[in-house]
């Protein structure tokens, strides 16, 4: 996650994220069911414990150098994904095999030179036009007075949690069961220096934005903060009511009905001092005013240290959480309209 001292100056910029749902959008609450359930839970049950703790081990090891945007480490990274991709056959989404999108050195800070956001996706069976984009960095440290930065929370644990998403979608897809809506799977870089990844692909989208359903961000899902070492079993979720109080619902909905996890708001409140809501990549997508969720376990003792190392990462827990994340996808990627803006109310 970037640091907060790179956002201070758009904190106020946003005007959508003051919008606050009304009785009327309470109501849609009553109108929401989930969509697939036995479907929803045979799936999820590919997304495992041990399938993280081995994929992990290898993203945030000393092989890929920290992971810093522009270096060699973050390129291996970038590879490594695309291979993912290709050994699980799930189509890049360009009209070609890099599954790349470059962003140019003018586009970067000076000395970085180019980088690259990976994007793989399954089309959809009936809007394949329409899109749900399921994101997080790739992007660290790297390595800073020959001391690796592994990175392993921050956010080994959201890349290799889009990977395990993406997997069970392809068994689905396999099984006949594609997604009604496209499914974008965005790896993006350079978010540690400014969001820049997520910042290239809305000013070059390969969906139409006005056709993205919503974005589902994940930064940091493997760990427990002090708040919560008494009860660990939860997750952070922020902005989802921010934009469309429905998708809000959907979430609380797709919880209960498959992981019960403790859904903890503090750092949702527009007031929070961590400004939390502009300090990853689903940012840049509020800013189009496309709904999204930031999934969050919270800062720990390790949060941008080079003690944020795998072997320290609850993978029972990380399992658990990207269940939900891939429920709350299904049900988005499935739902027969777009989700209801706050504006309509």
Not at 29 to 44: E, G, M, P, R, Y
């Amino acid at each position: 996650m970037k640091a907060l001292i790179l956002v201070l100056i758009i904190v106020f910029t946003h005007s959508c994220i003051k919008t606050k749902p009304t009785a009327k959008a309470k109501n849609l609450n009553n109108t929401i069911t989930i969509l697939d359930s036995t479907l929803v839970s045979k799936f999820s049950k590919s997304i495992t414990a041990s399938d993280f703790k081995r994929r992990l081990s290898y993203f945030a090891s000393k092989d890929f150098q920290g992971r810093k945007t522009g270096k060699i480490g973050q390129r291996k990274a970038a590879d490594y994904l695309r291979n993912f991709y290709k050994s699980k056959n799930i189509a890049p989404a360009f009209n070609d095999s890099t599954y790349y999108q470059t962003l140019p050195e003018s586009f970067l800070p000076k000395g970085i030179g180019t980088s690259e956001n990976v994007l793989a996706y399954i089309k959809g069976s009936q809007n394949p036009n329409e899109v749900l984009i399921i994101s997080g960095h790739f992007d660290h440290l790297g390595a800073k007075d020959n001391v690796i930065h592994f990175g392993a929370d921050d956010n080994g644990s959201g890349s290799v949690a889009i990977t395990e998403i993406a997997e069970a979608f392809k068994l689905a897809e396999l099984e006949g069961y594609l997604p009604k809506r496209s499914i974008l799977f965005l790896h993006l870089t350079a978010e540690e220096i400014g969001l820049y990844g997520s910042k290239y692909y809305v000013e070059n989208p390969v969906f139409d934005l006005k056709k993205t359903i919503a974005n589902l961000n994940i930064d940091m899902i493997g760990r427990v903060d002090k708040r919560h070492e008494n009860t660990s079993d939860y997750l952070y979720i922020i902005g989802a009511n921010r934009i469309s109080n429905e998708l809000h619902l959907i979430s609380e909905k797709a919880n209960t009905s498959f992981t019960n996890l403790v859904l903890d708001y503090k750092y949702n409140d527009e007031n929070d001092s961590n400004r939390y809501y502009y300090r990853s990549d689903h940012y840049n997508f509020a800013k189009q005013d496309i709904p999204v969720i930031f999934y969050f376990n919270g800062e720990h003792s390790d949060y941008h240290k080079p003690t944020d190392t795998a072997d320290k990462i609850n993978y029972p827990l990380l399992a658990k959480r990207t269940q939900l994340i891939f429920a709350t996808a299904w049900q988005l990627a499935n739902k027969t309209d777009f989700l209801t803006p706050n504006s309509g109310f």
